[in-house]
């Protein structure tokens, strides 16, 4: 899209913001950091809510799970429906049924009725939602930025929805300790209200209607056919879920255990993560700057660093070391999240970007529960150190096997121009669209 040019002596309307910041990426920037804030919160005053009840450590987890497992079984149908319908809709509908559910669970938490089985249900709805928004926001933003200033774009955006969760969740203890759980997650009720607000200003005028397909499942055929018939995408997804799982045990069992046995306590964690948070900003603040011409070779090379948490664990390292071995793993991250963004962002056609993103967080999640029910007896059986050391091990040997992918060593970040919705014009050069489609 175009602005008209501004008269002399005023400058355009849009001067105050990069030209790559169309409205629709203003908005779902903005909306990402309402839900980040209260989201982070969130999960603080869960956990609290439970304890509050009389409920057990046990209890914490079922309440978690009952969130995940929806998440999981409808991704797959969240991306096609949201490939299929207007996906500012769907956002706004998911960010609805979320802001209900957590209204409900504020009301029973703050009157003393909550029950562990009403706070599941709950929980199971937010999970839901989740289910449906997240493919269709993951398409919707990539639609909203030129792919010129693509990783420029997906770097400020994620530098903001981490400063976000930073904000949140601090201000979430914070308040969990003065005025309760309850009024957290009124909190986080009132931040989906306020984001599904922005979401149902957005501008999809701009956006290309799609076709009609020939129903549900068959959209998710496509979907699986776009994602198999691209090397570079099921490898790393299929890495990705080894990795994902070991980090969500290390995270939520051994680090926790090893900060209280070998660290005086939940302290030293709680810096730590902090420490992780504060490297995905200074991650995303390089990606700003720094274009990697070969995108996956270089963000494959920085997950390597991500087993660093888990062997400072294994150690283990006093609390500064852990701290630092967070931070590098914080930092390393987000390079790889900006590189794969980018490239899905370049090489997936936008109509699919949906689907396809479901099947990468259904893939990239789908083990994390096994994990983190094996955490405890893999403890048992081999020894705390012992098994993060194989973590650590499992970690370095997927992420090696990536490398031998050729499409992962070799693609290459590419310059087109294509017009899009909420952004700018983007260079393409002729046989772009052809390359994209047929590319893996």
């Not at 969740?169 to 009124?186: D, H, K, Q, S, T």
């Not at 270089?298 to 852990?322: E, K």
């Amino acid at each position: 899209m175009t602005t008209p040019a501004a008269s002399p002596g005023h400058p355009p309307a849009r001067s105050r913001r990069p030209a790559w910041a169309g409205r629709n990426y203003v908005l779902l920037t903005a909306a990402t950091i309402a839900t980040n804030l209260g989201a982070h919160g969130a999960l603080i005053a869960t956990t609290w809510a439970v304890f509050d009840s009389g409920g057990s450590t046990g209890d914490v987890g079922m309440v978690a799970m009952a969130r995940f497992l929806p998440l999981v079984l409808f991704l797959l149908i969240g991306g096609a429906v949201a490939d299929r319908f207007p996906r500012h809709r769907v956002m706004v509908a998911a960010n609805a049924l979320n802001c209900v559910s957590q209204a409900l669970f504020a009301v029973l938490v703050i009157t003393g009725e909550a029950r562990i089985w009403q706070m599941m249900v709950l929980t199971a709805l937010c999970g839901a939602g989740q289910a449906f928004f997240n493919p269709a926001a993951e398409g919707m933003l990539m639609a909203s930025v030129s792919r010129e200033q693509a990783g420029r774009a997906f770097a400020v955006y994620r530098m903001a929805m981490h400063g976000a969760g930073i904000g949140g969740a601090a201000l979430g203890g914070a308040l969990v300790a003065f005025l309760g759980p309850g009024w957290v997650l009124a909190v986080d009720a009132l931040a989906f209200a306020v984001a599904g607000a922005l979401r149902a200003f957005l501008d999809v005028s701009g956006i290309p209607e799609r076709a009609p397909g020939g129903g549900l499942l068959s959209d998710l055929r496509e979907g699986w056919h776009e994602f198999v018939g691209r090397p570079w995408l099921w490898s790393i997804v299929a890495q990705f879920s080894v990795v994902v799982a070991l980090i969500g045990a290390v995270e939520a069992v051994y680090g926790p255990m090893v900060a209280r046995d070998e660290l005086g306590g939940a302290r030293p964690w709680g810096i730590a993560l902090a420490a992780y948070g504060v490297g995905t900003l200074a991650g995303a603040v390089l990606m700003t700057r720094w274009k990697p011409r070969r995108l996956l070779f270089v963000g494959t090379l920085c997950v390597f660093p991500i087993a660093l948490p888990s062997a400072a664990l294994a150690v283990p390292l006093d609390a500064a070391g852990l701290t630092l071995a967070m931070f590098v793993s914080g930092v390393a991250i987000e390079v790889f999240g900006v590189s794969w963004m980018t490239t899905m962002h370049q090489e997936i056609p936008e109509e699919k970007l949906s689907r396809v993103s479901a099947y990468d967080w259904f893939g990239s999640t789908a083990l994390l529960p096994l994990s983190t029910a094996l955490a405890g007896p893999a403890e048992e059986a081999f020894g705390r150190r012992e098994a993060l050391w194989g973590a650590v091990a499992l970690m370095t040997l997927v992420t090696a096997l990536v490398l031998l992918v050729p499409d992962v060593r070799n693609l290459t970040r590419r310059s087109h121009t294509k017009e899009v919705a909420g952004g700018g014009a983007v260079p393409v050069s002729a046989d772009a669209e052809g390359s994209v489609r047929a590319n893996g």
